[in-house]
């Protein structure tokens, strides 16, 4: 995936939020302590740090939601974070994104903490942000 193509599914799928660009993801991705898992219909981007990581983001096509792509790309995330030593993950989402919560409960996320106003929509108005965490078992 390109870093122009990850921009353009990112504004897809996070319309009411400020846009990643294209150089912002070329960041990302040139990041040895990144991985980015998926194709242009989903992607996971999540930094890693020792032991620990955080997906920074999850996007899915709006076109092709509710077709189990989310969990592919999710799957596919935490095994190679278990493959590179991960022992947890955590992640920040938004408190209105019901869709996204029942994705990550799912998958054994728990909710550790709360971010007020964290995120700012594009039409000024703020939106917390649950901070989720998850032990991953290392394989």
Not at 74 to 102: G, I, K, P, T, Y
Not at 112 to 119: A, K, S
Request: charged content about 25%; hydrophobic content about 50%.
């Amino acid at each position: 995936m390109t870093p122009a193509t990850a921009a353009r599914l990112y504004a897809r799928a996070f319309p009411a939020s400020r846009r990643w660009s294209a150089d912002e993801f070329a960041r990302l991705m040139a990041d040895a302590h990144v991985i980015l898992c998926g194709d242009t219909s989903a992607m996971v981007i999540a930094r890693i740090a020792l032991d620990e990581a955080e997906i920074l983001t999850l996007a899915t096509d709006p076109d092709l939601r509710r077709q189990g792509l989310a969990r592919t790309v999710l799957q596919s995330c935490e095994d190679r974070l278990r493959a590179r030593h991960v022992q947890s993950v955590f992640l920040e989402v938004a408190a209105d994104n019901m869709a996204a919560q029942a994705l990550y409960k799912g998958f054994g996320y728990s909710l550790v903490g709360e971010r007020p106003n964290y995120y700012r929509r594009n039409d000024g108005t703020a939106v917390a942000a649950l901070v989720l965490r998850k032990a991953l078992v290392v394989i």
